[in-house]
């Protein structure tokens, strides 16, 4: 009997497997052997190839009927999988995961993939990932995402740091006149001209084994994007802006992003525009209770109380159990187990001084000389954007510049690459520093 001590990339494939490994057996001599066989142990060869020990393992090794993805579910063929990718300076990834049950998402398949390997790998089916974190750490491997935030907030509740660095495709498309916020069905449609199959896209993945199908689908998520990756880098090389995304990469991998906040969880429930003075203040509190409670019992918010149910204790201030029973979105078992405590934090929110209630940012409307002054930032953006062959809505818009001309410097325009490429100009024109100049048929932003 062959005993096979290290195996590199192990694959299932129907009957056979598939590895290779440093310690053949003696039949085979020395060097790195790819090896099918029918079973590990006792290892039943039906086919070998020697490969070059010192070339880095990849999928040109494999026979040509082995194009199958890898799926990884034990710790040994994870870092194995990882060793070999730490190798490259790039990697794709995405998750599938469940949100329905719990505060924290349930990781349920990590997706990676390099220019030779595509690989799922089973978190629920191993223990310790730590191979696969030390991967997403790893300062010279660039992880690839498509609107990353969702992702990294789940490995950042898993791992505790945020993966880094990394690179976002649906925020270099911004860049680069494919529209804001392109979903990554529609960048691949347009990149690689590949329509994907979208038939698995509400599919449980929590389920084991998971089907060939699901698998398929899931792999997809990182095979068409190195292609995007390699396409955008590209561009944005040949237009010289790749720098210009290094502000917006990094803001994603800031750990602030990823915890929870309590204190600012008000403005995100539904229709809290609605709400004025104590009313804001009442929702405050209870937006604050609901967020830490969520949060200690993994639950998700709605389990704790809906929104419409805070925006009606926010609206109607109940003083008693009684008051509350009125409301048609509070049950009874809320009130019998909440309601006490729901009552004090309303009471609360009664006594406190009306400065620190929360105030809603208004803007007041433009009077006609602001009205003016936005239409010539508007005709400056425009400038900007032609000279720049970008999409002007990927710029700016003019909502956003009444928004500066009310005084508000929150703006996106004002903030990384929009700021180098024009809201630094914008306010150069606002302090009088710069303005637009009508010659010969040609309008130029002058320096004064
Ligand atoms: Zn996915």
Redesign the pocket.
């Known amino acids: 009997m062959i005993k096979v001590t290290t195996l590199t990339l192990a694959i299932k494939q129907e009957s056979h497997y598939c590895f290779a490994y440093h310690s053949p057996p003696k039949a085979l001599g020395e060097g790195l052997w790819l090896v099918k066989t029918t079973s590990i142990q006792p290892v039943r060869i039906v086919f070998t190839r020697q490969i070059s020990d010192n070339t880095p393992f990849s999928k040109q090794h494999w026979p040509v009927n082995m194009t199958h993805d890898l799926y990884i579910d034990d710790a040994d063929s994870l870092q194995q999988l990882c060793a070999t990718l730490a190798q490259g300076d790039w990697v794709a990834l ?3 995961f469940l949100r329905e049950k719990t505060y924290r998402a349930q990781l349920c398949l990590v ?1 990676l993939g390099n220019a030779d390997v595509i690989a799922c790998v089973d978190p629920l089916a191993i223990d310790d990932l730590s191979a696969l974190y030390a991967l997403l750490s790893n300062p010279k491997v660039t992880k690839v995402l498509h609107a990353a935030s969702q992702d990294l907030e789940i490995f950042y509740q898993a791992m505790g740091s945020v993966p880094a660095p990394v690179f976002d495709t649906q925020i270099a498309a911004s860049l680069l006149g494919y529209g804001d916020q392109i979903g990554y069905g529609k960048l691949v449609e347009l990149v690689c001209d590949t329509q994907l199959d979208k038939s698995q896209s509400r599919t449980d993945w929590t389920r084991r084994p998971l089907r060939e199908q699901q698998i398929s689908y ?1 792999a997809d ?1 990182v095979r068409y994007l190195r292609d995007v990756y390699h396409q955008l880098k590209a561009e944005l090389e040949r237009l010289q802006r790749s720098h210009w995304l290094q502000d917006d990469f990094e803001a994603l991998v800031q750990a602030s992003k990823y915890e929870p906040d309590p204190d600012n969880a008000w403005r995100r429930v539904r229709q809290h525009q609605r709400l004025r003075g104590v009313q804001l203040m009442a929702l405050k509190l209870l937006a604050s209770w609901r967020e830490h409670k969520a949060v200690s019992k993994d639950r998700p918010r709605k389990w704790i109380a809906s929104d419409d149910l805070l925006l009606d204790l926010s609206r109607t201030l109940p003083a008693t159990c009684t008051d509350m029973e009125s409301l048609r979105s509070a049950d009874a078992g809320f009130i019998k187990h909440q309601g006490q405590h729901i009552i004090q934090l309303i009471a609360q929110a009664k006594a406190t001084p009306s400065e620190q209630w929360p105030q809603l940012k208004r803007t007041a409307p433009l009077g006609p000389a602001q009205d003016a002054m936005v239409d010539y930032l508007w005709a400056a953006a425009k400038l900007k954007a032609s000279q720049n062959q970008i999409t002007l809505s990927n710029l700016t818009n003019r909502k956003e510049l009444e928004k500066l001309i009310g005084g508000d410097d929150q703006v996106a325009v004002l903030k990384s690459w929009r700021y180098t490429l024009l809201g630094a100009d914008l306010l150069a024109i606002l302090n009088g520093e710069k303005r637009l100049n009508w010659r010969d048929n040609t309008l130029e932003l002058e320096t004064l």
Do not use: L, R
């Open positions: 995405d998750t599938e997706q899931a998520d």
